[in-house]
């Protein structure tokens, strides 16, 4: 089993920033991990945001590129969201995901609301 555990949303203006942290713990070897950020609003689907795997670039939403990084810290078992420029739009619970063999584990979700 593997656990993720979100955190760092939070209540912010529009044009602030935040950053999400995930930490990952069970059985993973990070490292190799593909990780990704999804987000889902209200009435809507959930979506991915951005996604880091060992080895290639960063992929990122339209939505988000160039306002969001994501990054990962391999030696705390940690993936990071640095969210700048936020738009109400940006408004949705994030979740944390790992790919791992083929299966696929989701933290419990951080909300994050931006108001305008």
């Known amino acids: 089993q593997v656990q993720l555990v979100e955190s760092g949303g939070g209540l912010v203006q529009a044009g602030g920033s935040l950053r999400l942290s995930c930490v990952a713990s069970?059985?993973?070897?990070?490292?190799?991990?593909?990780m990704g950020w999804y987000r889902q609003a209200p009435g809507k689907q959930r979506e991915l945001v951005a996604s880091?795997?060992?080895?290639?670039?960063?992929n990122y939403a339209d939505s988000v590129r160039g306002r969001f990084t994501i990054s990962r810290d391999n030696t705390q078992n940690t993936v990071y969201l640095q969210m700048k420029s936020l738009k109400p739009e940006d408004t949705a619970v994030y979740y944390c995901?790992?790919?791992?063999?083929?299966?696929?584990?989701w933290g419990q979700g951080t909300q994050v609301t931006v108001s305008s």
């Open positions: 995901n790992a790919e791992v063999l083929g299966s696929d584990y």
């Open positions: 069970g059985r993973i070897f990070f490292r190799n991990a593909a």
């Open positions: 880091l795997t060992f080895g290639r670039s960063a």
